[in-house]
Structure formats: structure tokens, C-alpha cells
């Protein structure tokens, strides 16, 4: 058992690191290639803070565990917000764009649905996956474009906002070193998400509890600790700048992406039916602590503290539901 639990630990650590190295790799060679910094935060950045989430699922899928795939997207979706938001924003309150009321959480809401009614005859194929997939593609164009339109607006603005963003990763010159990081850390996220899932799996037979207890818990908040863990340090220095547009984008990226790229490689069937196992459930969970910001938000864009102990206290009573249900 203890084995088990250092070499999931581990595995996280492969997990965070293998993300950090491709994104520094992969954003320092886009620099270097010429590619603006709009395109590095829209692609290379976004697909970073998602690859825990993406290698762990499609690991998963390959490996037949459908609900350690499924239970990690949706626990993520719901540790982001009701988790990390919530936790943010007890340290200090969080003021957002009016776009992420009107824009931004109303696609959020649209894509969990869709989800959800994929889900209902128990089974994600992989034409149901190539739509969602396409999803994203046209996600991140819509992204670029918007982009493309605020800096047209506020060109200053932006552009100081997005060198910071790319100064942030840590800009590496050498090509050599730019393909080594994005090497190491693809090699790095695939042993760590394997490492993640065996032992997790290990860990579930032990104790007697099932894959969708495991993907929505331990591995849930496991690829969402580098968010944890950067909004908590940022709130602890009162540079709160953390958007809560990019906690949504990030929800929205796990469903059509990690979702769609899984169920591609591998229909996802959801064992003993999505309504008899439960899963609606915790789908109805996502979609409520999903909608939980817009209600907070509608008057005064802002997350208080208040706030942020409501989302929280909703976590740990889903978590508490988790294990009395298991």
C-alpha cells in the first residue's frame, strides 16, 4: 500500500514536471520560430496546463479503465472551480471581464451539457469523440480571433500582458535544449500518467473502491494541483491575476479535448450504465458548481471571500458524498 501511494506520488511529480518541460520547450521553439505570443498562449500554454489531465484520460482509456478517464475530467472540472477557485478567492477576492458572464462560462454550461447527452446511452465512440474534438479546434480559433480583435482594441495593453505570459515560461535559446525539454517532457507526462494510473488502480483494489471514486478523487486533484498550487501562491502575494476565464477555458478544454482525444483513441463505454452507476450525479455536480460563478458574478464580477467559502464548502460536502457513497 505504501509503495503504491510514493509511486503515485511520483507519478504527479512526473506529471508537473513533464508539463512544465513542454511547455518551456514548446513555447521557447514557437518564440524562436517566429510565432506571436497570442498563438503560444492559445495553443502550446493551454495545451500544457491541460496534458496531466489529457495523457492520464487517454492513458486510461487505452488501459480499459473508462471511468479513471471519465472521473478525471469531470472531478477536474469540478476541482477547479469549486476547488481552486474557491480557495483563491478566500485569499483574496477575484474580479473578472464582464466576456466571461456573457461568453465564456454560457460555453462552458453549453459544452457539460453536450456531455451529458453524449454519456446517456452509456458509451463515448469515437464519432462522438471526433465532435468534440473538432470542438476544440474551433474553440481555439474563436479564442484567436477574439484575441486578434482586444489587441486591435488595446494593442499596449495586451501585448505587455502576453510578453509577460511568454517571459513566464522561461524562454529557452538553444534549439537543442528547446526539442530536449519537449522530449523529456512528453516522455515525462506519459510515465508519470502511467505510474498515476497503475498505482491508482492498485490503491482502489486495496481499499475496496471503485475507478469512478479514484478518477474523481485522488487523480482528479492530483492534475489540478499545478493550479492549486499556482493560484494559492499568487492569492498569498496579493497579485491575484489569475482570470477566472482561464479556469473555464481549461474546463472547456478538458471536455472536447481530453474527452474527445480519448474517446478517439478508444471508445469510452461507462460500466454498469451512466444512470445506474451514478455518474449523472456527479455530471449534475459539474454542471451546478459550474453555473455557481455565474450567479455569484452577475452583479459585481467578482468572487468574494464569501463566495470563495461557498464553492469550497461545496467541495469538501462532494467529496464527503464520494465517500459515503463508496
Known sequence: ???????????????????EWLVKGSASLAKSLGVTPIVIG???????????????????????????????????????????????????????DKSVIKRDIPIMLFISLYLLLLSLDSNIG?????????????YTFFNYYISLKKTDKHPAID????????????????????????????????????????????????????????????????????????????AMRKQMDISIGNLVGSNVFNIMSVIGTAALVRPIPIPGGFIESGLIIDYVVMMFTSFLPFVMMRKTLTITRKDGFILFTCYLGYIVYLILKT
Open 159 to 234: 501585448t505587455d500582458s502576453l510578453n509577460l505570459k511568454v517571459e513566464d515560461v522561461n524562454h529557452v535559446s538553444s534549439r537543442y535544449k528547446q526539442i530536449v525539454f519537449i522530449i523529456l517532457g512528453i516522455a515525462g507526462a506519459v510515465a508519470g500518467a502511467k505510474l498515476v494510473v497503475d498505482s491508482a488502480v492498485k490503491i482502489m483494489h486495496v481499499l475496496g473502491v471503485n475507478e469512478k471514486f479514484i478518477g474523481l478523487t485522488i487523480v482528479a486533484l492530483g492534475t489540478s494541483l499545478p493550479e492549486l498550487a499556482t493560484s494559492v501562491v499568487a
Open 126 to 138: 469515437r464519432i462522438e469523440g471526433a465532435t468534440l474534438f473538432c470542438g476544440i479546434i474551433l
Open 1 to 19: 500500500m505504501e509503495l503504491n501511494i510514493l509511486l503515485c506520488l511520483i507519478g504527479f511529480s512526473l506529471l508537473y514536471y513533464g508539463a
Open 42 to 96: 492559445l495553443t502550446v500554454v493551454a495545451f500544457g496546463t491541460s496534458a496531466p489531465e489529457l495523457v492520464v484520460s487517454v492513458v486510461s482509456s487505452i488501459q480499459n479503465k473508462s471511468m479513471i478517464a471519465v472521473g478525471n475530467v469531470v472531478g477536474s472540472n469540478i476541482c477547479n472551480i469549486a476547488l481552486v477557485l474557491g480557495i483563491s478567492a478566500l485569499f483574496q477576492p477575484i474580479t473578472s
